[in-house]
């Protein structure tokens, strides 16, 4: 079975652009999650999608939106980029429907925002 | 409030030794998980070992094993024959609830250095 894949892997953007992150999670598997990850604030939960809908949500503002895809592909868009979104944003796949089951994680997304 | 604590920002160990790596939680949820995930230099996060609060026993995989201790809320993940491969960091996460909802809290992280 493939891995979770994120593209793409580098990204370097100026403040007040826009971006879009994507993620493939592992085949079969409905859930997707967004985090994160700066030296400062370490991994914080951006959102979860399951199904299509948005199942979770962390404390990050109105600029950071996702959407998730029938497939199960998933987007991260974030809007009118500021230095502070310079992280690495990782996302994580699983099944979904089980309190137990493992998040698998794919290698991330570097945006550096200038 | 910190859900999750871990109190050494880094560690070291030779290898082939053991090494206990901190994890403390505070939730009121009587059913949660616990996770373990180690990240390389890459950046990918790997999972190693996961503990639900309703498991009889500690949690286990391979030279990772899960100290459980309910009621010091603490979950502390032991490596056993260290390897040099094994320097990377390692964060504790919680997941609170029931139903799949994946939503980790993260801790800071703690940095292990493997000497030969």
């Known amino acids: 079975k493939a891995g979770v894949t994120q593209t793409p892997r580098y990204l370097i953007k100026t403040r007040g652009q826009q971006v879009t992150l994507s993620c493939s999670p592992i085949?079969?598997?409905?859930?997707v999650s967004w985090y994160q990850q700066t030296p400062g604030q370490g991994l914080q939960f951006l959102f979860e999608y399951f199904s299509e809908t948005q199942r979770n949500k962390g404390n990050f503002p109105g600029r950071f939106s996702g959407r998730q895809f029938s497939n199960s592909r998933s987007e991260m868009n974030v809007s009118t980029l500021e230095l502070g979104d310079s992280a690495l944003y990782l996302c994580?796949?699983?099944?979904?429907?089980?309190?137990?089951?493992?998040?698998?994680f794919g290698p991330g997304t570097r945006l550096t925002v200038l | 409030a910190q859900k999750i604590t871990q109190t050494q920002p880094g560690m070291f160990v030779q290898e082939k030794e053991a090494v206990t790596l901190d994890c403390t939680y505070d939730?009121?949820?009587?059913?949660?998980?616990l996770f373990w995930y180690k990240q390389p230099s890459s950046g990918e996060m790997i999972f190693l070992i996961y503990?639900?609060?309703?498991?009889?026993q500690n949690a286990t995989e391979g030279r990772y094993s899960l100290n459980f201790q309910k009621a010091r809320k603490s979950a502390n993940l032991v490596i056993s024959a260290s390897q040099l491969g094994d320097s990377a960091m390692y964060f504790c996460a919680m997941r609170e609830g029931s139903g799949g909802y994946n939503k980790l809290i993260f801790g800071a992280g703690t940095r292990l250095a493997v000497h030969p």
């Open positions: 503990q639900g609060s309703y498991d009889q």
């Open positions: 994580a796949s699983s099944d979904g429907t089980s309190g137990g089951d493992e998040q698998f």
């Open positions: 939730t009121s949820d009587p059913s949660y998980g």
């Open positions: 085949s079969g598997h409905r859930s």
